[in-house]
């Protein structure tokens, strides 16, 4: 693909830098876009953190898609009425509208986001563009997943969950190529025969996550006693599932093991009084928290896709204690890469057996370690140079 090559990125968040999962995969898709042609990212932006000067922005700094409101709540809600719900239709709308003002002619549109998928599949026609759709989650099954816990009549739940998932796979059925994290995800929808697929797992920065970091600097921050043990929770948890699993660790594990410290790293934590609770927050260098922690801990109750904390749990060869939501779109093996419990108690118990056991923990982080190393970005992106390149072929024929 060359220089020539005009290539237009959707994604609802600012991604950069990257502090969430679902941000680190679509800014390394990002920086792999760039490599082939001229990239313009179309997403929200905070007016002040420079990008790199070869890619070149269109500002969604609206409601319609910065708003939490607008972006979750309505329009996952808009479900319950139908597929292409006025919230939907806004979106649209204004994404459609914001492009139509660049000077450029796009040869590839790209789609990180469910919320962006009728705006990609238009600006993708009125440009003659190929579509490529990038599927982060099967989303109508963290719908129904979430909706499982309001306690909504069951017509209703039916309806939305049916209604998003018609809108996922009608962005399946409309795509030049599409884009899985998992092959469990890419078997849950039916795809158009001639429509080539990739799958390209999640990844984690392994070569980083070598390094030795500053865990003791982190320590004496945070007053962290020097011989207490740690467990590590790392997530954003403006992300629901997240925030209730933090709540999960504060009001369920650490009173339990008062002699360890609980570190919840990640924006948005939510408050604690316990004792052995530390909530940090967002923290720059993530090595430091790797390296201070003792065991890593991913109990999510629910959630769909691959989970890049448990990459990075791996790649710093920690012995990993996680329900069975964490190893989603993963070769986990229960017992050799980490230790999977979904019941409150048996996950007590396995978090107890690993901090009475060294030899235990070490074999365990080794396991992990092992799977971490096959999970490296830089292995797993090359995937989209044989896609990019095909797709330049096909521009250029």
């Given at each position: 693909?060359?220089?020539?090559?005009?290539?237009?990125?959707?994604?609802?968040?600012?991604?950069?830098?990257?502090?969430?999962?679902?941000?680190?995969?679509?800014?390394?898709?990002?920086?792999?876009?760039?490599?082939?042609?001229t990239l313009w990212r179309v997403s929200p932006w905070d007016g002040h953190t420079q990008l790199p000067e070869t890619i070149r922005l269109i500002d969604l700094r609206s409601p319609v898609v910065t708003s939490k409101a607008i972006r979750n709540h309505a329009w996952y809600g808009g479900f319950t009425i139908q597929t292409r719900h006025p919230v939907q239709r806004l979106i649209t709308r204004y994404v459609v509208s914001r492009v139509s003002n660049a000077d450029a002619d796009f040869d590839i549109v790209v789609s990180?986001?469910?919320?962006?998928?009728d705006a990609a599949r238009r600006l993708a026609s009125i440009h003659d563009a190929q579509l490529v759709l990038n599927k982060h989650n099967c989303y109508y099954d963290f719908l129904d997943q979430y909706l499982r816990d309001k306690h909504l009549p069951l017509p209703v739940r039916e309806r939305a969950v049916n209604n998003l998932y018609e809108h996922e796979q009608q962005g399946?059925?409309?795509?030049?190529v599409i884009v899985f994290?998992?092959?469990?995800?890419?078997?849950?929808?039916?795809?158009?025969?001639?429509?080539?697929?990739?799958?390209?797992?999640?990844?984690?920065?392994?070569?980083?996550?070598?390094?030795?970091?500053?865990?003791?600097?982190?320590?004496?921050d945070l007053g962290i006693p020097d011989d207490q043990?740690?467990?590590?929770?790392?997530?954003s948890f403006d992300y629901e599932p997240n925030h209730a699993a933090a709540r999960f660790v504060i009001e369920e594990l650490s009173p339990v093991f008062p002699?360890?410290?609980?570190?919840?790293?990640?924006?948005?934590?939510?408050?604690?009084?316990?004792?052995?609770?530390?909530?940090?927050?967002y923290v720059t260098d993530l090595i430091d928290?790797?390296?201070l922690a003792d065991i890593a801990l991913c109990p999510l109750p629910r959630g769909s896709g691959t989970k890049l904390k448990m990459l990075d749990y791996f790649a710093a060869g920690l012995p990993v204690v996680t329900t069975s939501v964490g190893t989603q779109g993963l070769p986990i093996r229960d017992g050799e890469h980490a230790l999977v419990r979904d019941e409150p108690t048996a996950m007590k118990g396995a978090i107890r057996e690993l901090a009475r056991d060294e030899?235990?923990?070490k074999r365990l982080a080794q396991g992990g370690h092992s799977l971490g190393e096959q999970f490296a970005w830089s292995r797993l992106l090359r995937g989209y140079d044989e896609l990019l390149t095909d797709l330049s072929t096909n521009n250029n024929e």
């Open positions: 693909m060359n220089s020539e090559t005009e290539i237009l990125q959707l994604d609802k968040t600012q991604s950069y830098p990257p502090t969430t999962g679902a941000e680190t995969r679509s800014w390394k898709t990002a920086e792999k876009l760039d490599q082939h042609g990180e986001a469910p919320e962006l998928v399946i059925s409309d795509a030049d994290q998992s092959e469990d995800d890419r078997d849950r929808f039916d795809i158009p025969s001639a429509t080539p697929v990739r799958v390209i797992p999640n990844g984690t920065n392994y070569e980083e996550l070598q390094q030795e970091g500053n865990p003791d600097q982190l320590a004496r043990q740690v467990c590590l929770f790392v997530g002699e360890m410290a609980f570190l919840l790293v990640g924006r948005n934590p939510p408050r604690s009084t316990a004792p052995n609770v530390y909530a940090p927050g928290a790797l390296r030899g235990w923990r």
